[in-house]
């Protein structure tokens, strides 16, 4: 007899065993981790049978829903053939034709495609490929990177280096390579009446001057174009890149492009980059690539840097840098459906519709008195709660009033996950209009709940 595993079952075996990401485990005294046992479109199950709606793609990295049958049967096909082998001396088409395709649909001039398995890998790639890169044209000099501040890069250390979240940063300051902060575009912060454009425009003048003083130690610029995710999901208007793309050329520092959150439609556009018309040096992909479903990165970058490591191997200069899962076959072909959803169902397009409903169904929400801003940019929309809407004061952190929103949200069935007091949606593009409605309906209800004992 198959005996039926409770959701209170797997939480205590889990916590036997188990350490959780990005969670004080004490924490899970008062909350255990929610045990899921199926999941399809939008919609996770319990053990209990409880259903919730994700809106936040699973961190961000699901597309097309939970159980795809286009996604599953593409990895199926390629399990009864090839489920791995190392890309070091070795390739297979999967990871020829996905090479192809990404050339083909990235910023032009995007020639090259290096892969790992996550975005922090990525991230570090990026780094290693532009230092290297200046060592070999024979400037060693240029070894710092700039970061903007607020931003958010991955976990590990060098990636966490040109993070600027204190929360994931501060711990590890001894550990990390000093990088120079220019301010962030993040217009939240904006004057009331000033306009985004306006905004990023004035924040770009520190970026320049950094760039002018201090170009010759400087390898590269990072960014996440338009949207600083894991930073509260805090939005720029595209003006701030094309400047930066321009500085970048005028003082010969490369631009690194994070598109691990906003690549793949979230901001509305294929690549974000897209809406300044830029193209980067390095662009960082990850998370949506696989449609969220396998482990996959990749840097793309420039034929000319590529070139500066091309000469033969005693020379040494070569890019000597691995995982052992780069480039796995059953993730470059979950790509491979990702990218061909994309080509057949018209979805930048279709998410127009979806952003305008989400845009819709949270219109009202600015005349909340603990509201002090909702911001959109295509299908990622934030919500920010603060204690004074006039000043912008946001509750003491230590309240955690996000995390009440985000229980009492779980019992009505919506997986919302606030970062602090921001509740954002970052829903799969299979969500419909119905859906959207009850996320939105659910978020405000959330808000009233955490501020019940403030107002
Ligand atoms: C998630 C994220 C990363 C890190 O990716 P992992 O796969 O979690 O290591 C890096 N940059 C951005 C912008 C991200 O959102």
């Given at each position: 007899?198959?005996?039926?595993?409770?959701?209170?079952?797997?939480?205590?075996?889990?916590?036997?065993?188990?350490?959780?990401?990005?969670?004080?485990?004490?924490?899970?005294?008062?909350?255990?981790?929610?045990?899921?046992?199926?999941?399809?479109?939008?919609?996770?199950?319990?053990?209990?049978?409880?259903?919730?709606?994700?809106?936040?793609?699973?961190?961000w990295v699901n597309l097309f829903g939970h159980a795809n049958p286009r996604i599953n049967q593409a990895i199926a096909d390629q399990l009864g053939t090839l489920e791995q082998v190392m890309l070091s001396g070795f390739t297979h088409e999967p990871v020829v034709r996905l090479s192809e395709r990404l050339v083909e649909i990235t910023p032009t001039g995007l020639d090259r495609c290096f892969f790992a398995d996550n975005g922090s890998c990525a991230v570090e790639i990026a780094?290693?490929?532009?230092?290297?890169?200046?060592?070999?044209?024979?400037?060693?000099?240029?070894?710092?990177?700039?970061n903007?501040?607020?931003?958010?890069?991955?976990?590990?250390?060098?990636?966490?280096?040109?993070?600027?979240?204190?929360?994931?940063?501060?711990?590890?300051?001894?550990?990390?390579?000093?990088?120079i902060t220019a301010p962030s575009p993040d217009c939240y912060h904006r004057e009331a009446g000033q306009s985004w454009e306006d905004f990023s425009r004035q924040q770009f003048v520190e970026m320049e001057k950094i760039l002018a003083d201090q170009n010759e130690e400087i390898c590269a610029v990072i960014v996440e174009p338009l949207v600083q995710g894991a930073g509260f999901m805090r939005m720029y208007h595209p003006i701030y890149l094309k400047l930066l793309r321009e500085a970048c050329d005028k003082y010969?520092?490369?631009?690194?492009?994070?598109?691990?959150?906003?690549?793949?439609?979230?901001?509305?556009?294929?690549?974000?980059?897209?809406?300044?018309?830029?193209?980067?040096?390095?662009?960082?992909l990850s998370k949506g690539i696989t449609g969220g479903y396998l482990p996959l990165s990749t840097v793309l970058t420039r034929e000319n840097i590529y070139q500066a490591f091309y000469d033969d191997f005693t020379n040494l200069t070569g890019f000597?840098?691995?995982?052992?899962?780069?480039?796995?076959?059953?993730?470059?072909?979950?790509?491979?459906?990702?990218?061909?959803?994309?080509?057949?169902?018209?979805?930048?397009?279709?998410?127009?519709?979806?952003?305008?409903?989400?845009?819709?169904?949270?219109?009202?929400?600015?005349?909340?008195?603990?509201?002090?801003?909702?911001?959109?940019?295509?299908?990622?929309?934030?919500?920010?709660?603060?204690?004074?809407?006039?000043?912008?004061?946001?509750?003491?952190?230590?309240?955690?009033?996000?995390?009440?929103?985000?229980?009492?949200?779980?019992?009505?069935?919506?997986?919302?996950?606030?970062?602090g007091d921001v509740i954002y949606f970052m829903?799969?593009?299979?969500?419909?209009?119905?859906?959207?409605?009850?996320?939105?309906?659910?978020?405000l209800e959330s808000i009233d709940h955490a501020l019940k004992d403030k107002r």
């Open positions: 007899m198959i005996t039926q595993l409770s959701n209170a079952d797997l939480a205590q075996r889990d916590r036997n065993v188990l350490w959780h990401p990005c969670t004080q485990m004490k924490d899970h005294e008062a909350w255990p981790p929610i045990p899921i046992k199926r999941a399809e479109g939008v919609w996770l199950e319990d053990h209990d049978g409880h259903r919730y709606l994700d809106a936040i793609s699973s961190w780094m290693k490929m532009s230092f290297h890169y200046w060592l070999n044209c024979g400037k060693p000099g240029k070894k710092r990177f700039v903007l501040a607020n931003a958010y890069h991955g976990e590990t250390l060098g990636a966490l280096s040109v993070c600027d979240v204190p929360l994931y940063k501060k711990t590890y300051g001894p550990l990390l390579l000093d990088v010969d520092v490369h631009l690194i492009a994070d598109e691990i959150a906003t690549g793949f439609g979230r901001t509305g556009t294929l690549f974000a980059c897209e809406q300044a018309n830029i193209s980067p040096d390095f662009m960082c000597l840098h691995s995982h052992s899962y780069t480039g796995n076959p059953l993730a470059c072909q979950a790509a491979h459906a990702t990218l061909d959803i994309f080509e057949q169902d018209n979805v930048i397009e279709n998410n127009k519709k979806l952003a305008a409903i989400m845009g819709q169904a949270t219109a009202s929400f600015v005349d909340h008195p603990n509201i002090a801003e909702v911001r959109q940019t295509g299908m990622i929309l934030a919500i920010e709660i603060v204690k004074n809407k006039q000043t912008k004061e946001p509750f003491p952190w230590q309240e955690r009033r996000g995390r009440k929103a985000f229980r009492y949200a779980m019992d009505q069935g919506v997986l919302l996950r606030p970062m829903p799969p593009y299979v969500i419909n209009e119905e859906e959207i409605k009850l996320m939105a309906k659910v978020a």
